[in-house]
């Protein structure tokens, strides 16, 4: 399919609602239809989505401060640990940091060379290297760990670490661009990282992470039914997927 198939493309047989890149399915309907076998994949700048934005991360002395502020961040921070731009690394909003001071700040952990986080088994339970308040990602994969998911949706169990962004780190030189199509991740409302539309996300070219979205450009690579991760429950999600 084209991109500009991907973009105009509207029937389906299959609980029809409209979408930015074709025909969808709302997340309900999952076992009620055999198409959307094929991920839909559109450029991110030919998105209806795509937004240009002019954005301002938390200065440097304030992350620092609320940084020493964590007893756990001190003791990342005091090993040193370098980045490098082309290291796999995955990324997520610290929600501890969030909620004691207010202040947005991402933990970085060690990705590994396996390949796992391109086949849905993210880095949010690896070793913690390193926090920024902005993190650039190459070939970015959106993973969300369903069991842990379900357990938080149902009350079961306590937010922890089970959702990042994994790619390849970025070393940005300048003020990194916030230009792109949103894509974002909440738990309680979705079971996977989804756009403004609702529109289940598997990956992203380039993605820059600031609070909580991630803007993406270049390819985007949309869930189907299909290629879905399998739920681990009936919580509820607004996911919705592209029929191809």
């Known amino acids: 399919m084209s991109q500009r198939d991907a973009v105009l493309a509207v029937t389906s047989q299959c609980s029809e609602s409209w979408s930015p890149v074709g025909s969808t399915v709302e997340s309900e309907e999952i076992g009620k239809c055999s198409r959307g076998a094929r991920s839909t994949e559109l450029l991110a700048e030919a998105s209806p ?29 005091a090993k040193g640990i370098d980045i490098h731009s082309g290291d796999l690394v995955g990324v997520r909003l610290n929600l501890n940091v969030m909620k004691s ?21 993210g880095f949010y339970r690896g070793e913690v290297i390193g926090y920024r308040p902005v993190v650039e990602l190459r ?14 949706v149902a009350g079961v169990i306590a937010k922890c670490p089970m959702a990042s962004v994994d790619g390849r780190f970025l070393e940005s030189s300048g003020m990194p661009s916030f230009d792109g ?29 600031l609070g909580n979205r991630a803007y993406a450009r270049g390819l985007i690579r ?4 299909r ?18």
Not at 113 to 120: A, F, I, L, V
Not at 189 to 196: G, I, S, W
Not at 222 to 225: K, L
Not at 227 to 244: H, L, M, Q, Y
């Open 101 to 121: 001071t207010g202040v947005a700040v991402h933990t970085l952990h060690k990705g590994t060379t396996t390949g796992g986080h391109t086949r849905g088994k």
């Open 49 to 77: 989505l795509f937004r240009k934005r002019a954005l301002t991360p938390e200065s440097d002395e304030l992350i620092a401060t609320a940084l020493q502020r964590d007893a756990v961040a001190r003791r990342i921070l």
């Open 227 to 244: 290629t879905a991760p399998a739920r681990a429950g009936s919580g509820a999600s607004a996911v919705r997927f592209i029929v191809s």
């Open 139 to 152: 070939e970015a994969y959106f993973n969300v760990h369903q069991a842990s998911r379900e357990g938080i």
């Open 222 to 225: 949309y869930f189907s039914i």
């Open 181 to 209: 199509v949103a894509i974002r991740f909440n738990p309680h409302a979705v079971h996977l990282f989804v756009d403004e539309a609702g529109y289940a996300v598997e990956y992203a070219e380039r993605v820059t992470i």
